[in-house]
Structures are given as C-alpha cells and as structure tokens.
C-alpha cells in the first residue's frame, strides 16, 4: 500500500534527479549518486504507482490534499488530479522530462537563448523611453512581458521538445479532450 513515504521518496528522487537538494545530507547524497542509480531509484518508486489502481492514487492524493490550500481545487478540477495520476503511472513522463537536466549542450543553448531574450528585451522595448501615464506603462509592461515570456517558452519547447512530448500527449488526451 502506498504512503505519505512513498510520495516523499518519489520527490525526493525527483529532486536529486534535477539537482535540487533540500538538506546538507541529501546534497552529499545526491553528489555520490550516479544517474543511473538515481533512474533505477525512481523506477522502484514509480513502479509502486504503475501497480495501484488509478483510483486508488486519486484516493490517496485526495486524503494527502485534506487541510491544504488546494484541496478545494482538486474537488472543483478533477481533470488536474487525472493528469497527476496518469503522469505518475506512464512509464516514460517523468523520466523523459528529468532527462533535460543531464542534457549540459542543449542547457547552455537555452541558457545563451534566455540571454539573448533579455537583451532582446532592452533593444526592443526598454531603449525607447517614450513618455507614458500611469495605464500605458502597465499595458506596455505587460505586453513586454508577454512578448518575451512566450519567446522563452517557444525556445525551451523547441530545444527539449523530444523529453517533453509524453507529458504533453498525456496533457492533451487528459485535459483537452
């Protein structure tokens, strides 16, 4: 049966997996293990997900959400709780997506990328210092924001489209249709 453990080895594998350390012990925790190691840990804790039911985890993730600020949520938005439970049942979402962060190639590309959107953003909209009231600055802000937000997220979809395309054929099956 599964239990709150369960759920924290699964992010505690995702995190080291991603490099995020939550303490000094699993920062030294996380430098001596491989990535391999690391896969094989997330696939024992993945595989005692696949095993259950799906309304078994949504059962679980429901008795897990009581008293938090998105259990209501969760109530109203059902489709958000399918989602959850059939990434964590596929065999290929999660990994595939933490497969991005041992990409160093394809991270420095996107990372020069985002460099480049910023300066793109001071050429384009912050070197023309026209003089706006209070409303035109917030709806140039805001459409600056957008411009560059949805260049960022272009450019991180078309440099790790292939990890992120199981998660995203779960997104549309689950929550577009």
């Known amino acids: 049966m599964i239990n709150r453990d369960h759920i ?8 080291l ?5 939550f303490s000094n012990d699993l920062r030294a925790q996380s430098k001596e293990a491989s990535p391999n190691s690391l896969d094989d840990e997330l696939n024992q804790t993945l595989k005692v997900f696949r095993e259950l039911d799906s309304n078994q985890i949504k059962e679980m993730m429901f008795a897990n959400s009581k008293g938090q600020p998105y259990e209501q949520y969760l ?7 399918d989602f959850a439970v059939r990434v964590m049942q596929d065999k290929s979402a999660i990994p595939s997506v933490l497969k991005i962060s ?18 793109f953003g ?6 023309s210092k026209k003089k706006r ?7 140039y802000g805001l459409k600056k924001f957008l411009i560059l937000t949805t260049l960022r997220f272009i450019a991180f979809c078309g440099f790790f489209y292939k990890d992120l395309t199981p998660i995203w054929n779960i997104f549309v099956d689950v929550l577009l249709k």
């Open 8 to 15: 924290l080895r699964l992010y505690f594998v995702i995190g």
């Open 17 to 21: 997996l991603v490099g995020v350390a």
């Open 75 to 81: 109530k109203k938005n059902p489709k958000i709780l």
């Open 102 to 119: 041992r990409d160093k190639t394809r991270l420095i590309y996107f990372g020069l990328t985002i460099l480049g959107t910023i300066i």
């Open 122 to 127: 001071y050429v384009a909209f912050d070197a």
């Open 133 to 139: 009231n209070a409303f035109g600055r917030i709806l």
